[in-house]
């Protein structure tokens, strides 16, 4: 089955500065990468997500990469701000299989100001 | 978007109760999944919850602990039996929407068992 590998586990950076959080999968046929930012107390929510028919993808200071090839993707988040501290999960997921996402181990990211 | 409301949100609980989260979309999903997500940790798939047909559970995870019901396409249920410490944790209950793969999660329901 897949296997998510996330990395770092946690992330300090000052305000300002851009963080990147990098996951590797196994199962080359997941075809579908969201990243999920979890607040303290709260659900899972969905910030951003790729297709693996494309490269890259951004959305205002997020951008996530895929390296279809070498079988990673990563995270982007350029400066950073205070309220983007949190916990920051990717996952990986196979269309054609009836299962749910397969999580990394996520990544604490706090922004210092 | 999905919008996924669990109820209660929070409980305090004595070992050897049971618990019974409840979970409500505000669409009809056919795929709906029960995580577990202890303090610091990942989230670990419990069950996949799909209406008409029985819940399959993951690896480590057994019916009787973690009864589920899904009586239709918007709403489900996760009982924790016979709670004791080991239980508290935060279950959380997503759906899925098939039309873009994209998974969705409730708030929630933070579980303490002393």
């Known amino acids: 089955g897949e296997n998510v590998e996330q990395h770092p586990s946690t992330l300090s950076v000052q305000e300002g500065d851009s963080a990147v959080i990098k996951c590797t999968y196994s199962d080359s046929a997941s075809n579908y990468f969201p990243w999920y930012k979890q607040e303290l107390g709260k659900g899972p929510q969905l910030i951003i997500d790729?297709?693996?028919?494309?490269g890259e993808k951004k959305d205002q200071r997020i951008a996530v990469t895929l390296n279809k090839t070498a079988k990673h993707f990563s995270l982007h988040i350029t400066e950073t701000q205070p309220e983007d501290s949190a916990v920051y999960f990717c996952?990986?997921?196979?269309?054609?299989?009836?299962?749910?996402?397969?999580f990394g181990k996520g990544t604490r990211l706090s922004v210092i100001a | 978007s999905a919008v996924i409301s669990q109820k209660p949100s929070r409980d305090i609980c004595q070992r050897g109760t049971s618990l019974t989260i409840q979970c409500q979309v505000d669409s009809q999903v056919t795929m709906m999944f029960w995580y577990r997500q202890q303090p610091g940790q990942s989230l670990t798939l419990i069950a996949t919850a799909n209406q008409g047909s029985e819940a399959t559970y993951e690896s480590g995870f057994v019916i009787d602990k973690f009864p589920i019901s899904r009586p239709n396409l918007t709403f489900s249920t996760l009982t924790v039996s016979n709670m004791s410490p080991e239980d508290s944790s935060i279950y959380l209950c997503s759906v899925l929407d098939t039309a873009t793969d994209t998974q969705y999660f409730g708030p929630g329901t933070r579980l303490t068992v002393l």
């Open positions: 790729i297709r693996s028919n494309v």
């Open positions: 996952a990986a997921f196979r269309s054609s299989g009836n299962t749910p996402l397969v």
